[in-house]
T-cell receptor
Framework: ETGVTQTPRHLVMGMTNKKSLKCEQHLGHNAMYWYKQSAKKPLELMFVYSLEERVENNSVPSRFSPECPNSSHLFLHLHTLQPEDSALYLC?????????FGSGTQLSVL | GENVEQHPSTLSVQEGDSAVIKCTYSDSASNYFPWYKQELGKGPQLIIDIRSNVGEKKDQRIAVTLNKTAKHFSLHITETQPEDSAVYFCAASVSGYSTLTFGKGTMLLVSP
């Protein structure tokens, strides 16, 4: 495994639910990322945290709320999602150059 | 910003054949070019990378070439095996300064 662990692996939620995705990295990296992967689209960068501060936010709707309590943990809080938000959500960490991904959370919004 | 184009989108080969995937980038400042392999149900995994001060790099059956003048780089897989079947992504960045920009991916199918 890559040293980046994501939970849960699969999530089904209704549009009115609130849920959270969790990511943990065991690599000693100081940068963490959230990506969205939809079918037939490039990987979309959502958020970047460096030294626990958000340094990039790529026009992501406010129904996605990231949290980085320390350099090893990253969360993505979800609320009032839309069906088009169904996708694979990937967490990654970096040593400043190489990017290491987790296995992702497959999210389905009904 | 950087733009990375990747071709082809799908590639089917027979076991034992070679496979080549090509990418072009737009930002001449980019100097780091990794390739990722994504198997079904898994996240992308780094398989090889190259920096702009090197023209070619090999790791067993995998090689990457870089042409800075033309701003394109390629992944070469020789003696393909069914377990090479996956989606491959190229990416580019200015090392230490920018986040990676990914291509759209190539689905490689290796038939026994």
């Amino acid at each position: 495994e890559t040293g980046v662990t994501q939970t849960p692996r699969h999530l089904v939620m209704g549009m009115t639910n609130k849920k959270s995705l969790k990511c943990e990295q065991h690599l000693g990296h100081n940068a963490m990322y959230w990506y969205k992967q939809s079918a037939k689209k490039p990987l979309e960068l959502m958020f970047v945290y460096s030294l626990e501060e958000r340094v990039e936010n790529n026009s992501v709707p406010s129904r996605f709320s990231p949290e980085c309590p320390n350099s090893s943990h990253l969360f993505l809080h979800l609320h009032t999602l839309q069906p088009e938000d169904s996708a694979l959500y990937l967490c990654a960490s970096s040593d400043g150059e190489k990017l290491f991904f987790g296995s992702g959370t497959q999210l389905s919004v009904l | 910003g950087e733009n990375v184009e990747q071709h082809p989108s799908t590639l089917s080969v027979q076991e034992g054949d070679s496979a080549v995937i090509k990418c072009t980038y737009s930002d001449s400042a980019s100097n780091y070019f990794p390739w990722y392999k994504q198997e079904l149900g898994k996240g992308p995994q780094l398989i090889i990378d190259i920096r702009s001060n090197v023209g070619e790099k090999k790791d067993q059956r995998i090689a990457v070439t870089l042409n800075k003048t033309a701003k394109h780089f390629s992944l070469h897989i020789t003696e393909t095996q069914p377990e090479d079947s996956a989606v491959y992504f190229c990416a580019a960045s200015v090392s230490g300064y920018s986040t990676l920009t990914f291509g759209k991916g190539t689905m490689l199918l290796v038939s026994p």
